[in-house]
């Protein structure tokens, strides 16, 4: 028994001896890392000093400081940046769905600034700014080398005056000048309409307005039809969405599906995971969806596409999304200023990373670009109507239909023509709708 106690008594006291082996140098490591990581503040200083003494210049010490913290936080990802107390209110009030600016949602990418998307029906997107299309100047002055905040601040004005900024597009051989007007941007966060039988969402940002603008949208279109069992479908037109509200994509997500997971964030420690679940209740009954994304399709929107995509709920169709796959949170500081600072990635239902990936459409249509306007002359040839048997003089009629019967044909004929007609104007979203038209023939599940 003896022999026993002194063997355990010596197996503690071997254990407490490589303890102390263990944590000798951790702790020494420790120390030196927070001895440099001192030593590094007290070189900050001194620039901060020699630049207040001796710089060429007298330069504003409060300008200085807000430099380095944001070159700090830029140095991280593209997405992080302090915001000053203007650029904090800025982006309080857009969150509310109306500021002032040019209508573009834009990144950084090789030092220039990059289009995400152009916002439906704003300054920019009347001139033709396109997703993926690079600012290179700004009013004749290089962006190269600048903050994407130093950047947008060039893009700002008064609202009515003029701006051009030089663009470098994909497929084009030169930059080129787009003269802008600025103006107040006011977001309709969703714009709903019929095309047939099918209800189409247009989902341009997601603030605090979408999903009770989506909600609206989609009951008066559904009332117009004469109920949801004269619906065919509902297209949800995410392209050239650049995200939003975490919160929002949330909600829009839950309104389609009855149960299950819709996102996840993981940040840098486990505990601070989240999950997100679908409550019950479907605003579309049931009805198939088809959701449009495209490369301007961004964060909030690649969310909602996901879930959708990956619950079998909707069928995904267009071209691959921008996959920002990050989530910032805004972090209030004093002096009205605050930091947006990357915490998590979000994760779809199927445990993916979208983040520089993207959501790949399950059936990939591109938008063709539009044609050189057609001459008076090719427009009369395309339009021209062929002579069939009903033109011919004494031509039989047609005794095996109704009035009613011929009456329809002709209405489902027009719905025919009303569809090549939409395949010229937006190739895409009729890609969408001729879709919906072969599932409600396939019939519902049973």
Do not use: C, W
Not at 211 to 225: C, D, F, I, Y
Not at 291 to 319: F, K, M, W, Y
Not at 345 to 367: E, F, K, W
Not at 389 to 415: C, P
């Amino acid at each position: 028994m003896k022999k026993f106690v002194a063997a355990a008594a010596g197996g503690v006291m071997a254990g407490l001896l490589v303890t102390t082996q263990v944590a000798g140098p951790l702790l020494a490591q420790e120390n030196a890392r927070q001895s440099n990581v001192y030593e590094q503040l007290d070189l900050f200083g001194d620039i901060f000093e020699r630049i207040r003494a001796q710089y060429v210049e007298e330069v504003d010490e409060a300008d200085l400081i807000e430099a380095a913290i944001n070159g700090m936080l830029t140095s991280l990802d593209p997405h992080s940046s302090y915001l000053s107390p203007d650029d904090a209110e800025d982006m309080r009030v857009q969150t509310r769905g109306e500021f002032g600016g040019l209508g573009i949602e834009v990144t950084q990418e090789d030092g220039l600034v990059k289009v995400v998307s152009p916002i439906d029906g704003t300054p920019a997107d009347e001139a033709g700014i396109e997703a993926g299309d690079y600012i290179t100047h700004v009013d004749g002055e290089g962006v190269l080398g600048l903050t994407l905040d130093q950047a947008v601040e060039m893009m700002r004005g008064p609202v009515g005056s003029e701006i051009v900024i030089t663009v470098l597009r994909e497929g084009e051989p030169e930059p080129f000048d787009v003269s802008i007007i600025r103006d107040t941007i006011k977001l309709t966060a969703v714009r709903s309409r019929t095309v047939g039988d099918s209800v189409v969402l247009r989902v341009t940002t997601f603030n605090d307005q979408t999903t009770p603008n989506l909600e609206a949208g989609l009951k008066k279109q559904v009332e117009e039809l004469g109920g949801m069992e004269n619906v065919t479908g509902i297209v949800l037109d995410l392209r050239n969405n650049p995200g939003g509200l975490l919160t929002q994509a949330i909600k829009v997500s839950d309104s389609f599906l009855e149960k299950g997971e819709i996102v996840s964030t993981r940040g840098r420690n486990p505990q601070d995971g989240e999950r997100y679940n679908a409550t019950p209740g479907d605003l579309a009954e049931g009805k198939p969806i088809v959701v449009l994304i495209n490369g301007g399709s961004a964060s909030a929107s690649e969310i909602v596409a996901g879930a959708l995509q990956d619950h079998r709920r909707a069928i995904v169709v267009g071209t691959k999304s921008f996959g920002k796959g990050s989530v910032q949170t805004v972090m209030p500081l004093r002096g009205d200023g605050a930091m947006r600072l990357t915490t998590a990635r979000y994760y779809t239902p199927s445990g993916r990373s979208i983040q520089a990936l993207g959501v790949s459409p399950d059936i990939v249509v591109a938008q063709p670009r539009r044609a050189p306007a057609a001459t008076e002359e090719e427009e009369t040839n395309t339009n021209r109507r062929f002579r069939g048997e009903a033109d011919l003089r004494g031509s039989l009629n047609n005794d095996s239909l109704s009035e009613d019967e011929v009456r329809q044909i002709e209405e489902d004929r027009k719905k025919a023509e009303e569809a090549a007609k939409l395949r010229e104007e937006d190739y895409q979203l009729a890609y969408a709708i001729d879709i919906l038209k072969g599932l409600s023939a396939l019939g519902p599940k049973e």
